[in-house]
């Protein structure tokens, strides 16, 4: 039994390459089908995200260099020609694959490290090639564990907590002052596109009103219908400072927008209330002074890049343990690999012992002539309860090894001295 | 007392506070959901503990300073997971349970000497000293809260955000449950205060004794009060609130400690 993988992602292919070899769920069922009917595979699944274009599959048991051939079938049915993947394409093995496919649902073969969108990508391909009939007991096994491996991760490890951009560090310091943003009201001063991000992620969080103040009322207008917000005049700005939670300034000017003076002003009037400022603006659109004031969160570009890089760190710093989650199910895998073809290896064993036992008894018994046909049974019996103790007693002992590495090499021992190979008998 | 009883109540409380702890820094749901569960487990043990006390002087618990402490404990963990349901917010354990699992253990030291069988008072005395510490036990909890709160607040205005800082309870929470815990601890006295002086005046022919505890918990219940009322302004939201939550409970420490051992003459130990 064993287990190929071959793909392209970020780290080997540019975006082009990768956009060439993707698959939509259609392409994906349709190669699924292909490499079945051809032969290549057994069982088969296609993850294909914006980062990675991966095939894994189990070939049949009398297949050799399956992973040239799932290459072929790669190139062919994008129509590329081979050379055009040189150098992009990795493959891997048995373990290999297995601790790959268990890396990237951990996150850690994402561009951005520990992100949790693939998980659920992850489980989306599963999902696709389990009902069109495509993945078999393999591929099942080890998706199920990719699937629990992602949801271990993040439930024991940091890795995917704490926000990795400056908009979602944004949104995530609003939530630590007001909890859930349903409810609550967010201005964008200027149409920058940081700001613009900011309020997308907010939308996302379910923001309930978004308010836009632009100097160019049509570029405020074509921002506020792009966030489904409303468009306010840069003229009424003292006005419009009375009602949002949270301010997010990208305005590109060189004096500051916002005085201490002018928030003391607009925080008087709305009775104090808690006020969130976000000044993406570089030169600074807010005076740092206004963050003193009562109620007043100020921050700053520079405040909001250095969160991202301190928990870049901290999700670095998560490796170690994701790592040894990895491990500890790669292991498991193996040893339910390992047990399968256990069973499988015995049974070839005693099929080809009896077959040459058999053999051999024909070839002997034939010169005996005086013996009865009771006699040449009760051979038969004696032989072949000689084979089970003297060999497949012995090889059943591996079944029952604890220790992983020792049965994975004893099983190599056992298929080398029979010449248990792939083929079938 | 059966000492397993009180070693399993200590297990039970240890464990939920190093299982909220767990919960506040490894971000663990079902280390979460688990320290819920086992301070459940200590409140009822805890009942039981209280329960074997008082069969064993023949009174309410609180007859002396230790099972008065041992009560506020049981109610202040009560509270506390009454309002974790509530809000649905586990963080705040980590900073509870240190203090249950602290009354709990300062009230069984061995005080030395036997406790005494107590007059009988009846189940409006019971009443009324048992909602009078409930009210001890949620402004402990909201002072634990607006300490919280000051502590985040002051992150976020220095902009150092240590790890921890991404898992305690939003500002706006903090706040809410905060006064929630003042709500419950006022409600909980006003009913302790009527039902005093009713028991008084049953007692006595008239309602007020001049003791000084009754004139400081009429300030305790002024000073929340306050808080309350100035919190319905924007202008005193936020920290100012949450530090008068934080100043309010020194009226309250002064009242069950110091007029309660040295200045009251009816209140000893509630």
Known sequence: MEIVLIGVNHRTASVEVRERVAFNPEQACRAADELRSRGILEETLVLSTCNRSELYGVPPETQTDSASKMEGFLTSFHRMRPEELNGSLYRHHDADAVRHLFRVAAGLDSLLLGEAEILGQVREAYRLGLEHGATGPVLNRMFQGALEVGKRVRAETEIGARPMSVATAGVKLAERIFGKLRGHTALILGAGSMGEQVVEQMRVRGIARVLVANRSRERGEELARRVSGECVSWENLDRALEWPNILISSVGADERVLTRARIEKAMAARGNRALFLIDLGVPRNIEAEAGELYNVYLYNIDDLSEIVEQNKTARASEVPQVEAIVEEHVEKFQSWQASLEVTWLLEMLREKLHGEREAFLKERLAAMTHLSAEDRERFGQITEELLERLVVSHAERIRADRELRRKLQNLEALRDLFQLSREKH | ?270
């Open chain 2, 1 to 270: 007392m059966h000492s397993y009883l009180f070693l399993l109540t200590i297990g039970a409380y240890a464990a939920s506070l190093v299982l909220y702890l767990v919960h506040l820094y490894g971000d663990r749901r079902l280390a979460g959901q688990l320290a819920s569960f086992s301070l459940a487990i200590g409140l009822v043990l805890h009942y039981l503990v209280l329960m074997e006390r008082s069969h064993q002087i023949h009174a309410v618990p609180y007859e002396d300073l230790y099972g008065s402490m041992s009560l506020f404990g049981w109610l202040l963990a009560l509270t506390y997971l009454g309002l974790e349901l509530w809000h649905r917010q586990r963080s705040v354990g980590a900073f509870v349970a240190p203090f249950v699992l602290a009354l709990f253990l300062a009230a069984h030291i061995p005080s030395g000497s036997a406790p005494h069988a107590p007059p009988a008072h009846g189940p409006l005395f019971a009443f009324h000293v048992t909602l009078s510490i409930l009210a001890y036990a949620a402004f402990a909890i909201s002072f634990v809260l607006s300490g919280i709160f000051l502590v985040q607040d002051r992150f976020l205005r220095g902009r150092k955000l240590a790890p921890v800082f991404w898992r305690f309870p939003p500002l706006e929470l903090l706040e809410r449950m905060s006064r929630s815990s003042v709500w419950i601890g006022l409600g909980s006295m006003v009913v302790g205060i009527v039902s005093g002086y009713v028991w008084v005046h049953r007692l006595t022919g008239t309602i007020w004794n001049p003791d000084v505890k009754n004139v400081v918990t009429l300030l305790v219940f002024g000073v929340y009060g306050a808080y309350i009322l100035l919190g319905r302004s924007a202008a005193w939201r936020g920290a100012r609130a949450s530090a008068l939550c934080v100043f309010n409970f020194v009226f309250v420490m002064l009242s069950y400690t110091v007029v309660n051992l040295y200045l009251s003459h009816y209140h000893r130990y509630f």
